[in-house]
């Protein structure tokens, strides 16, 4: 059985690790003996669950018996009648992670859940407050049955405000945070493709909960973390909304010229598009001195960021014939040299294939059954030089762990198949 009270190590212990060649690797973890229980969906709950994972954490992904719905969202494969498999955004967020399946709304799977929660150093839901309530997940509940535990949970809106019990996902938050309002145009608002809310979020929620744990070793204590999606989104605008709420510019969409400074814009090029971004004095003059446009220095037009913000249009347009005659790689190689910061418009495929993404490790392959080769997922994305990350588990198959899990409870293999057979696990 495991102990309800664990400290932190004293030290990270060393683990052993696989390179991609097979080869053996030594290194170490942080959070090895913190057991937690992710009961989130989609993308901020499990990702917050699978960064702990990657610091050494035992992470068990709890679901429902037929599976969660985000399980074959963005699916990759499918089975042999047609239905979807598992999706890429199961993929990467469930890696390090043990599979139950549970439904706790179940009387005898209540009992489970408790039995959990009284091993758990952190449970991870995302759920809106009444829903946590209905479950006995939220904090008074939680913390009843395990003083030590820190309940990470994340919502759409947070708590405290009207829209408590609303339902959202990372494009509601992007919509009401002013993002999508200044991209497009005024005619076409624009999201981002990107979940860069939810992912937002998940990383917050994750430092919250590194807080608390660290917090719990002076103090003996677990306490609630909150994250909220809308919270996270209004946080990554926060320049244009604090601007706003002290001088009222009232800006609108300028599709992708930037508003405070320039240039700030994407050009395209005789082979595709550049993006090109300037900010600062120094950038400026560099930027002028490689157009062949030094006499703009003394321009006041250009005298400030906040002055080229104003005459962006025209710097977009000098910046734009002067790509027009290049290639790509030209534009890019004179940029480069000029010291002025700009990158190349890649489609999915060309950041796969970009020969700096693969050389700084930022994805791996792990196996999947089912797929017909390895699953290509991203790393943890903040590195740690003596401490990193490290992807040492699969994602789970449906109840991969379940019996596993329920024995190291102490519950015997009959009472387990009983609980099965009533829709419990």
């Known amino acids: 059985m495991r102990r309800l009270w664990r400290p932190f190590p004293s030290r990270a212990p060393t683990i052993v690790c696989y390179a991609s060649d097979g080869e053996e690797t030594s290194m170490t973890t942080v959070l090895d003996g913190i057991r937690v229980l992710d009961f989130g969906r989609y993308i901020a709950g499990p990702y917050c669950a ?8 035992e992470v068990i992904r709890i679901e429902k018996r037929d599976g969660s719905e985000d399980r074959t969202l963005v699916p990759v494969m499918h089975h042999a009648d047609g239905s979807p498999g598992e999706g890429a955004v199961f993929l990467q967020m469930n890696r390090n992670k043990k599979g139950l399946t549970l439904d706790p709304a179940h009387p005898k799977g209540r009992e489970i859940v408790q039995k959990l929660i009284k091993t758990a150093d952190v449970v991870v839901v995302n759920l809106p407050p009444q829903t946590l ?16 535990t820190v309940l990470t949970t994340v919502s759409a809106f947070g708590s405290g405000g009207p829209y408590a019990e609303r339902l959202g996902f990372d494009g509601v938050a992007q919509a009401m945070c002013g993002a999508v309002y200044l991209a497009g145009t ?12 939810d992912f937002g ?16 070793m002076k103090t003996g204590r677990g306490q609630l973390v909150e994250g909220a999606l809308l919270r996270t989104a209004t946080t990554f605008a926060a320049q244009a909304l604090i601007e706003q709420a002290m001088i009222a510019p009232d800006r609108v969409a300028t599709v992708n010229r930037g508003q405070t400074s320039g240039p700030a814009d994407i050009f395209k090029c005789t082979d595709g598009w550049v993006t090109v971004l300037c900010n600062g004095d120094p950038l400026f003059r560099r930027w002028a001195k490689l157009m062949g446009e030094e006499h703009w220095l003394a321009d006041p037009r ?6 080229r913000g104003d005459n962006g249009e025209l710097l977009s347009e000098r910046t734009a014939r002067w790509c027009a005659e290049r290639t790509v790689v030209q534009a890019l190689a004179e940029l480069e040299r000029a010291k002025v910061p700009a990158g ?11 020969p700096h993404v693969k050389a700084a490790g930022f994805f791996t392959d792990v196996k999947f059954d089912g797929l017909g080769k390895p699953a290509r997922i991203f790393t943890t994305p903040v590195a740690l030089s003596e401490t990193p990350g490290t992807i040492r588990r699969s994602p789970p198959k449906l109840g991969e762990h379940t019996d596993e899990i329920l024995l190291e409870l ?3 293999a009959g009472e387990i198949a009983a609980l099965r057979e009533a829709g419990a696990v």
């Open 186 to 197: 005024r005619e076409q608002p624009v999201r981002s493709a990107a979940s860069w809310v």
């Open 133 to 148: 309530k209905s479950l006995a997940l939220d904090w008074p509940s939680v913390s009843a049955l395990n003083p030590r």
């Open 410 to 412: 102490g519950l015997p």
């Open 344 to 354: 190349p418009v890649y489609s999915p495929q060309q950041l796969i294939d970009d």
């Open 201 to 216: 979020t998940a990383s917050l929620a994750a430092f919250g909960t590194m807080a608390a744990l660290f917090a719990r």
């Open 50 to 57: 699978a960064l702990l994972g990657d610091m050494g954490a």
């Open 302 to 307: 250009f005298a400030s960021d906040e002055a």
